[in-house]
């Protein structure tokens, strides 16, 4: 009788300093900084920062950055590059070194003054427990403005990741947002994004995003 008094004296002591589990959903803030240096009219090369802080997460939930080369043919643009970034457990707080290296197609198009796009990226996630591979489809609708100030465009987009090692769709994000030029080389994206995925806790995520685009020539 004492032991199993003293065992449930322990459970009870021991519950507060347990990891409480991961929140269903979430409130996040993402920022992007991305660099074109362009090389010629058909090569340029791209740099970038990521960070994400989460309201109910060990922060921040993300940082990172890596390069790409951008290679154009027509409305054709081949890409690839590498990416490092330091990913955080919702639940522990623990950190995960994840190496990126990935490949994309993109194609373009107008219809009238709506400029479409689709957009495939392959990408191995090294560091995350079996380094899984993935698909990445985007289709990207943008508006340009002209005449409103600082504001250039509004687009939307949504992207639907494939999980290649489970065999199964398994995120989706949606996304709306608006373009501002500030200046000839620079640039900001802002907008908010829905991100649903079946299998990361949490499963949802509403996000406010800026991301600053500066180009040099």
Not at 51 to 74: E, K
Not at 181 to 209: E, H, K, W
């Amino acid at each position: 009788m004492r032991r199993a008094v003293w065992a449930a004296l322990a459970l009870i002591a021991a519950a507060p300093c347990q990891a409480a589990p991961p929140p269903k959903t979430d409130a996040q803030l993402w920022s992007e900084v991305d660099l074109t240096i362009p090389a010629s009219q058909a090569v340029s090369a791209n740099f970038l920062a990521v960070s994400r802080y989460g309201a109910t997460l060990p922060n921040p939930t993300l940082a990172g950055g890596g390069g790409m080369l951008d290679w154009r043919l027509g409305g054709w643009v081949l890409a690839a590059g590498d990416l490092a970034v330091d990913a955080r457990e919702a639940g522990s707080g623990k950190s995960l070194g994840v190496n990126v290296p990935l490949a994309a197609v993109s194609y373009g198009w107008t219809i009238g003054g709506l400029a479409l796009s689709e957009r495939a990226r392959f990408e191995n996630l090294l560091g995350v427990p079996g380094d899984p591979w993935r698909l990445r489809n985007r289709v990207l609708a943008e508006h340009k403005i002209s005449g409103l100030g600082v504001l250039r465009s509004v687009f939307a987009s949504d992207e639907v990741f494939y999980d290649l090692g489970r065999d199964q769709w398994s995120r989706n994000r949606a996304q709306l947002g608006v373009g501002l030029t500030l200046a000839r080389q620079v640039a900001f994206d802002i907008y908010y994004m829905r991100q649903d995925d079946r299998f990361s806790r949490p499963g949802g995520l509403n996000i406010a995003g800026l991301t600053l685009k500066l180009e040099v020539k």
